[in-house]
Structures are given as C-alpha cells and as structure tokens.
C-alpha cells in the first residue's frame, strides 16, 4: 500500500490540506502519515550569558533559573499545543472517511525530520505556507521552498482553500518527469473519471517540437482508456499555464518539479516557482 505523508503546523492552510489529503488518499489507495513538528527554537529562551559581574552572583542565579523554567514551560505548552494539532488532523481524517492515518509529533526542525520519515513516502503533502501565512502572502513558506528544493519525492502543495477536484491539467514538456506524469494518469484509474487537460508552450505556432510533444501525450493518455483535452500554445510557461487554468477553470496542475538547465538537481524550475507562489489550486510536482 502507498503512503501519503503529511505535514502539518496546525496554521489556516491546515484544513484544506487535510481535504486535499484525504482525497489524495481515497485516488491512491494510500495511508496517511500525519506528522507535526514543533520548531525547537519555540521553546528556546535567551541566554543570560556570564552576568555576575554587572548584577551580581545571586541575581545571575536567580534570572538563570526563572529562564530556565520559563523553558520548561514554553515545552510543555508546545507539546500541548502539538496534541491539538494532531487531534484536530484525525477529526478531519475521520470526517472525511480516512481510517488507515499515524499521528506522529516531534520536536526540532522540519527539513530535518523529513529525511526519516520521506523515505517510507510515496508523497509528501503539505499547506503552500504555515503560520505566518497572513506575513508575505505572495511568497512561499521557507519550509516549503527548501523540502521541494531538497525532496526526492513528489509533493503535493495545496491553497489556503479547498474546492472539489473535477478537472485536472498537466503541464507536459516531453521530459522523463512529464512521461511518468502520463504513467500515473494511466495507472490511477480514480482518476480517469477526471476532465484531464494536457498544455504544451511552444516558442512559435510552427513549433515542431512542441506539436510533437502534445500528440505524443494525447496518444499515450488514449492508449490508456482515456480522452484527454490536448492543446499547444505560444508564450512564456508560465504565464500561458497559469491563463489556462483560468480559462479552463482547472482543478489541480500536475507539473515537473526542475527546469532543464545543468544545475536542475539544485533548484526548482523558474516556471515551477513561479506558479507554486501565484496558484490558487493545488499543484502536484512531480520528480
């Protein structure tokens, strides 16, 4: 069985991500790993340093000490603020019809809790930013930014908003990535029953290379059982995708995580980012 696993930090993006969790479960036959991290430096206090010298010996003891219980009181705070968290996902879960999730908590940094539990994922899933999300609204979360940067596996970033997934568009750029997204649509039978639309952006309307791109998309997808919308057009990726999706009324973009340059291992594609900061649908990335 295929795992999903989900990050959550309980912030606005926590309810729609588990919406888009739970119908991403139910298309891939797949359990949920529900994790939460609480951020070590939440609980971090400030060091007096060597103070003796200006405020005297005693009172350097006393402050170290309030300092240190106020420490033991922020801990105790986080750990009951993460069993909500964690609580508030299984209601979500069950509400949904979800019974086969894990609820896990731990303590430190994010990036560096995923390589422990990415490895067992088939799909990590998490909200587009977290709790200051009502801070720079056009820019991704820093957690986000760095586990699509770092991640080897695909990830599923959702809006703050939740709607109905009924038409689906993959942005195709005859890479291998782009062939493994039609490989998924055609071994995801859930998802058959989907609006599929594949777009490819060519330099010009004589763009050999782009009209060959989308017949050899719309073939392998018909050769699947399916009946897909396939269409090429002129402009810059990112701006003809994201008009698409307007036009189109699109549901849910599936794309290529990297560019084409040299460098494609170390950063996310230009078109990539700059979709993921302006979508208001979930995107899919895939590696």
Not at 39 to 56: C, E, M, W, Y
Not at 63 to 92: D, F, S, Y
Not at 132 to 158: E, M, Q, W, Y
Not at 219 to 245: F, R, S, T
Request: glycine content about 8%; overall charge neutral; hydrophobic content about 40%.
């Amino acid at each position: 069985m295929k795992t999903l696993l989900l990050c959550t930090d309980g912030s606005l993006f926590a309810t729609p991500l588990y919406q888009y969790g739970a119908w991403l479960a139910a298309q891939m036959a797949a359990r949920i790993n529900i994790l939460s991290v609480t951020d070590i430096r939440s609980q971090k206090v400030a060091s007096t340093g060597n103070l003796s010298g200006s405020i005297g010996l005693g009172a350097s003891e006393e402050l170290l000490n309030e300092l240190v219980n106020l420490e033991h009181e922020r801990a105790k705070l986080n750990n009951q603020r993460a069993k909500l968290i964690l609580k508030n996902a299984a209601q979500a879960m069950e509400m949904a019809g979800v019974t086969d999730f894990d609820l896990t908590h731990r303590t430190g940094f994010l990036v560096d809790c995923l390589e422990e539990f990415e490895a067992k994922a088939d799909v990590i899933l998490l909200g587009k930013r977290g709790e200051a999300a009502d801070f720079a609204s056009k820019h991704l979360g820093a957690n986000v930014d760095r586990i699509v940067r770092s991640s080897r596996k695909p990830c599923f970033v959702t809006p703050r908003t939740f709607r109905p997934i009924e038409r689906l568009l993959i942005a195709y750029d005859g890479s291998n990535t782009g062939r493994k997204m039609l490989q998924f649509l055609v071994e995801t039978p859930s998802l058959h029953g989907l609006e599929i639309h594949v777009l490819t952006v060519g330099k010009q309307p004589e763009d050999q290379g782009a009209i060959a791109r989308i017949g050899e998309a719309q073939q392998w997808l018909q050769n699947g059982g399916m009946n897909p919308h396939c269409q090429m057009v002129v402009g810059e990726p990112e701006k003809a995708i994201a008009q698409y999706i307007t036009d189109a009324n699109i549901d849910l973009l599936l794309m290529g995580a990297y560019g084409h340059s040299r460098i494609r291992q170390l950063v996310i594609g230009s078109t990539t980012l700059q979709l993921l900061r302006s979508c208001t649908i979930p995107i899919f990335l895939c590696r």
